[in-house]
């Protein structure tokens, strides 16, 4: 189970606008999941990356913009 606190820190960067190369390359592999389905109440969450706007994980129910940002690691983005 994933903390508070790292929600609570994804989420801080999502509304901060931060993106960095690795949530990128997250973000590539997460919209292509077979995990990722779309959430209508996630989708006014405005977010650079579009590739996952609206998209949720079927497996945790994260929002994919916020999961790709956590510290905690989806097994799909091992390398």
Same mark, same amino acid.
């Given at each position: 189970?994933?903390?508070? *606190?790292? @929600?609570?820190?994804?989420? &801080? #960067?999502?509304? *901060?606008?931060?993106?960095?190369? +690795?949530?990128?390359?997250? #973000?590539? @592999? /997460?919209?292509?999941?077979?995990?990722? &389905?779309?959430?209508?109440?996630?989708?006014? &969450?405005?977010? +650079?990356?579009?590739?996952? *706007?609206?998209? &949720?994980?079927?497996? /945790?129910?994260?929002?994919?913009?916020? *999961? @790709?940002?956590?510290?905690? @690691? /989806?097994?799909?983005?091992?390398?």
């Amino acid at each position: 189970m994933i903390k508070p *606190k790292v @929600i609570a820190k994804a989420w &801080i #960067s999502v509304f *901060k606008g931060v993106t960095t190369k +690795e949530h990128k390359r997250r #973000s590539g @592999i /997460c919209k292509d999941c077979t995990s990722a &389905i779309y959430n209508k109440y996630t989708d006014f &969450i405005n977010d +650079e990356l579009k590739d996952v *706007k609206g998209l &949720i994980c079927d497996d /945790c129910g994260c929002p994919l913009v916020a *999961k @790709i940002r956590s510290t905690e @690691i /989806c097994k799909h983005w091992k390398k």
